[in-house]
């Protein structure tokens, strides 16, 4: 299959890279991480959670960052709703787009939400008719798509089965998460072929954390399947809280320079992402963890020792 000449890229660095931070972090700081990556060209920035405070105190300076970033026309800026409280919350800020959570694992889904998936899915859905009603778009998650942190490896089917009722209740967008970076081209690959039994291709997003350093294979396969839409996380940040050994997601400028020498077009300017990478590690006083980051700096130095 020929591959998508454009890709849209969601950075998911200030929700789901920060709200694995062992410290909290500014308020401030989000505020201009979100701006920096708007700056740099991504149209998609996930910019917080509508979660209990109690279980993810990261994010509980949602409502604030919502009213202090400085909206740009173009931009979208979802946020996860676990439940109406965190709908409601989200609406109040401002919030035009939010997402919903759900699991292909049972487990993984009570340690992350506290409810079954069945469950889960009933608390689902009076958030898409709020937000229907609102005119809030509603874009879906599910985790584990190919292996959970406490039942190994999740069956393709059930991937399936849970998107597709995501997308029955109204979710434009299903995001495929490879929540424990277990998954590789084979059964990332097997995962989509179930799942686009049930789903146009076109309304599946690769959420792809790169703990074993498969994201961006994960992305090339997909990308072969035909998916356009890609969640990455600026520096690589990030991680669940409630999947223990999760790290970061593919890391933006990782992807950005895989599809750039595949000529696909994201409309994301590299250079300004590597910087935005190099000031946000720097904020969380560390070295960014991406291999392009590393690589684009070490370049940068060199041609600064020749001139
Ligand atoms: P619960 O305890 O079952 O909820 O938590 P509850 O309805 O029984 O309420 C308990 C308390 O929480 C009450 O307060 C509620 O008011 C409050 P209390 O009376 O004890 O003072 N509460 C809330 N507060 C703020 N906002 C809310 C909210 N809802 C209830 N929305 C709940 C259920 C879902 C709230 C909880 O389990 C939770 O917040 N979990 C956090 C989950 C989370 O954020 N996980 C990380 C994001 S998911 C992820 O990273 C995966 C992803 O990236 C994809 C991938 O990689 O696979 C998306
Ligand atoms: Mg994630």
């Not at 660095?13 to 989000?30: I, Y």
């Not at 997402?99 to 898409?128: D, H, M, W, Y």
């Not at 509603?138 to 292996?147: D, E, F, Q, T």
């Amino acid at each position: 299959m020929q591959l998508p000449q454009s890709v849209r890229i969601v950075d998911v660095g200030p929700r789901d890279g920060l709200q694995n931070e062992k410290q909290v972090v500014p308020t401030d700081t989000k505020v201009e991480l979100i701006a920096r990556l708007a700056d740099a060209g991504v149209t998609t920035i996930e910019a917080t959670s509508f979660v209990s405070p109690k279980w993810v105190p990261q994010m509980g300076d949602n409502a604030e960052v919502m009213a202090r970033i400085v909206r740009r026309p173009g931009v979208a800026y979802p946020v996860l709703t676990p439940n109406l409280k965190g709908f409601e919350a989200a609406l109040a800020a401002g919030a035009q787009e939010v997402a919903v959570f759900g699991a292909a694992s049972e487990s993984f889904s009570q340690k992350n939400i506290n409810c079954s998936i069945a469950e889960s899915l009933e608390r689902f859905r009076p958030v898409t008719e709020a937000a229907q009603a609102a005119g809030v778009k509603v874009r879906g998650y599910v985790s584990c798509v190919a292996g959970c942190p406490y039942e190994g490896p999740i069956a393709p089917e059930k991937v399936a089965e849970v998107a597709e009722t995501l997308i029955s209740m109204g979710c434009y967008e299903i995001s495929l998460g490879d929540t424990i970076g277990s998954g590789n081209p084979a059964n990332i690959t097997r995962m989509l072929e179930a799942v686009m039994k049930r789903v146009p291709v076109e309304r599946l997003a690769g959420h792809y954390h790169d703990t074993y350093g498969m994201a961006a294979a994960n992305i090339y396969a997909s990308l072969q399947l035909g998916v356009a839409v890609f969640d990455a996380s600026v520096g690589g940040l990030g991680g669940c809280p409630y999947a223990a050994g999760a790290s970061g997601n593919a890391a933006t400028e990782d992807v950005v320079w895989l599809l750039n020498g595949l000529g696909i077009e994201t409309g994301i300017d590299l250079d300004r992402l590597v910087d935005t990478a190099v000031w946000i590690s720097a904020a969380l006083g560390r070295e960014p963890a991406s291999r392009v980051a590393r690589a684009v700096l070490a370049k940068r130095a060199k041609a600064g020792c020749a001139s």
